[in-house]
């Protein structure tokens, strides 16, 4: 177990440590790769992971082979075992340290590289006649065009490309070094895209994923992008995987909060996904696990087995994580928090990371989680998310008051102190009320009074805050304890850039 958790450090921090190596930043990295800077932060952050293209093209960029990139050791698997092998293996290895929000991995790149290999080689050597086509009618969609009815199927194909469909669309491909002879090629066409690799040498090609939120297009059991989850369980019952509270990042092809996958037990390399929102279907995709994605089983940790239509948690096992600093935690869930669509009780316990963390926060060691030599920009985030929210609660309130507690010194006490004076100036009477709520800590109590007032000084809106605190004295409504406080701060606003530590 301890030699597998070595190995399994996670994919991301390779990222960044080879990125920073080479003095780049987080948009130098996204521009040569054509993604945005927060794909980058993250697959540094352990949020997502880069698909199989950027893989390849991240084991080039560092000048090191793809292995080296997933921190993993080649080991050899007798003929035969290898798909399966690694199908178990490398799904349970992929998930890393510090993941909040369950995310899809990338497998071993070797197994990519071999199952991508192995495909091919079977394009080479199968399909010389229409009757040696593997047929795969579950992993296919279909759709109405014109008088005809027409399927795309996963796996090798007969011609080039659109396959005698009608589709057409923008096609884009890349080589790789690490796998020559081969051009892996994404079609945009309309309202689908599809994922296929071609042997340079036989001009054979491999579909290895086919994805739509059209609800044109339909599984041979006729479930399409609009039907509803019971429609789905009712079709495919307890043959369905599914991932519960899995949550779709910015830039998918579709908004998710549930995962449902379909695999004939004969099969096992081949998959239809049904991406789920509050409900109803917004995408589906038929995908080959060799595009670079893991294989979906019932792990009982974060995939179940469908029971009479619900998922079994009878053998749920808690997920095996690493020890993750108070920083990282903090950082992970403020990532959640901005790069995905929570809903407000999904988003409740990363907000709680966030406020009752503060006070444990090393800002120098937080600072460093972002990009080389943008430490105060990465700690400016945070507290530029935190001033951003429209309204706090009790316990976050005395979150943010306890974070004087941590080592919130020079610059960034100063930033801080906006901090304090906006959450004042939005929750006045319960700002007050935290400050009185912690007897045995009124010296803390005491440095955020005058931060809070420095802060409204540094903005321009002390004179916003002198009359809030006038108004709050006046109105009778706080309790004896937090009056004081109130009436503590206005005498600090006598002399706002006063001692502030």
């Not at 396959?163 to 923008?170: E, I």
Request: proline letters at 3%; one cysteine or more.
């Amino acid at each position: 177990m301890k030699e597998q958790q070595e190995q399994r450090s996670t994919l991301g921090i390779r990222i960044q440590e080879l990125r920073r190596a080479r003095g780049l930043s987080q948009e130098d990295l996204a521009e040569k790769l054509g993604v945005s800077r927060q794909a980058v932060s993250k697959w540094e952050t352990g949020l997502s992971s880069p698909d199989t293209n950027n893989l390849i093209l991240l084991a080039r960029m560092f000048e090191i082979s793809v292995d080296e990139l997933a921190g993993i050791e080649t080991r050899q698997t007798p003929p035969g075992k290898e798909a399966t092998g690694r199908r178990n293996t490398g799904m349970t290895n992929a998930y890393g340290a510090a993941r909040v929000i369950i995310t899809f991995m990338a497998i071993a790149v070797l197994a990519v590289i071999a199952i991508v290999a192995a495909s091919i080689w079977f394009l080479s050597i199968r399909g010389e006649s229409p009757d040696e086509e593997l047929t795969q009618g579950e992993y296919a969609l279909s759709w109405d065009s014109g008088s005809r009815r027409v399927s795309l199927h996963i796996g090798p194909q007969e011609g080039q490309f659109p396959w005698n469909t009608g589709l057409s669309g923008d096609d884009t491909f890349f080589t790789s070094g690490d796998m020559p002879g081969a051009e892996f090629h994404t079609v945009s066409c309309d309202n689908i895209s599809i994922d296929y690799s071609r042997n340079i040498e036989t001009g054979r090609e491999f579909v290895t994923s086919i994805r739509t939120t059209s609800p044109v297009y339909s599984t041979s059991r006729g479930i399409r992008p609009s039907d509803t989850e019971m429609e789905l369980i009712a079709a495919y019952g307890d043959s369905l995987l599914v991932r519960p509270e899995h949550y779709s990042s910015e830039n998918e092809f579709c908004m998710y909060n549930t995962v449902y996958a379909f695999s004939e037990e004969t099969d096992g390399h081949n998959f239809l996904i049904f991406y789920v929102l509050d409900g109803q279907i917004t995408g589906i995709e038929a995908r080959a696990a060799g595009d670079g994605s893991p294989a979906f089983y019932a792990d009982n940790v974060y995939t179940f087995r469908l029971v009479n239509g619900k998922p079994d948690y009878s053998q749920r096992q808690e997920p095996d994580l690493e020890t993750v600093s108070k920083e990282r935690r903090v950082y992970i869930a403020l990532h959640t928090l901005l790069n995905y669509s929570l809903t407000e009780k999904d988003a409740a316990p990363h907000r709680n990371t966030v406020f009752s963390g503060l006070r444990f926060v090393d800002w120098e060691a937080y600072g460093k989680l972002g990009e080389l030599g943008k430490d105060a920009e990465t700690v400016q985030q945070l507290f530029t998310w935190i001033k951003d929210q429209e309204t706090y609660s009790e316990s976050e309130i005395i979150g943010l008051q306890l974070a004087l507690l941590s080592d919130l010194d020079g610059t960034y006490a100063e930033m801080y102190s906006s901090v304090l004076c906006n959450a004042f100036l939005k929750e006045a009477a319960l700002f007050v009320e935290c400050l009185n709520c912690n007897p045995d800590n009124v010296e803390n109590s005491q440095k955020v009074a005058k931060l809070t007032v420095y802060g409204a000084a540094s903005d321009g809106v002390l004179e916003e805050v002198e009359a809030t605190l006038q108004e709050l004295i006046d109105c009778d409504a706080l309790t004896d304890g937090a009056v004081t406080w109130a009436e503590l701060m206005l005498r600090y606003c006598d002399n706002p850039y006063g001692e502030t530590t």
